[in-house]
């Protein structure tokens, strides 16, 4: 897709702050550090509209991407840090679940995972949880240029394995250093937004 407007339109904290014109929406959900926002950046050729490194302890927001007026990019706030209090995790917690619980305009997810290591049971638990919301999930299986050509279907296979992924999610090596994967991507997420 030729991204030629894309902004963010507002960072929330609650359920009141969404954007209520109606767009699809579409969820980043990841760990922390994977390289979510590198994935939003790559997909609308941006170098940095998404925050790139985003540090623990910062507030912790919904971010919402308006995408040529079509559809939100949503980036959800990262998980796995180990350094997070049980009161930041629960503050969390409360976050995303208020958001998926209600949103109707969501359409999809896509869950960034490192391809060089077995998803972590964070990954696990968000992609069960994705599913508990019966919303179909898009794995991007980023960080390919960090891997031999070699490895890429044993490592694709692990992830699968590992998440138990469901026959009709998708799995899409990415890189957002060389943009592989990129039309692919689009290709994948574009349907849950017409
Ligand atoms: P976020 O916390 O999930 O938003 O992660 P970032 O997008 O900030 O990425 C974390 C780090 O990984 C940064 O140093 C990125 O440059 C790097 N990174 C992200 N994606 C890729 C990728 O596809 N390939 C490589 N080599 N590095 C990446």
Redesign the pocket.
Known sequence: MKVINAEIVISAVSQKQYPNDRLPEIALA?R????????INKMINRKSL?R???KPGKTQTLNFYKINEMFYFVDVP?YGYAKVSKKEREAWGRMIEEYFVSRENLRAAAL?IDIRHDPTVDDVKMYQFLKFYELPVVVIA?????ISKGKRSKHLQAIIKKLNLNSEDAIIP????TAEGKDEAWRTLLPFIK
């Not at 922390?32 to 994935?39: C, E, L």
């Not at 980023?142 to 960090?146: H, I, P, R, V």
């Not at 990415?174 to 250093?177: D, G, H, L, P, Q």
């Open positions: 990841g922390s550090n994977v390289g979510k926002s590198s994935f998404a790139t490194s985003s990262g960034v980023t960080k390919l240029d960090k990415f890189s957002s250093e």
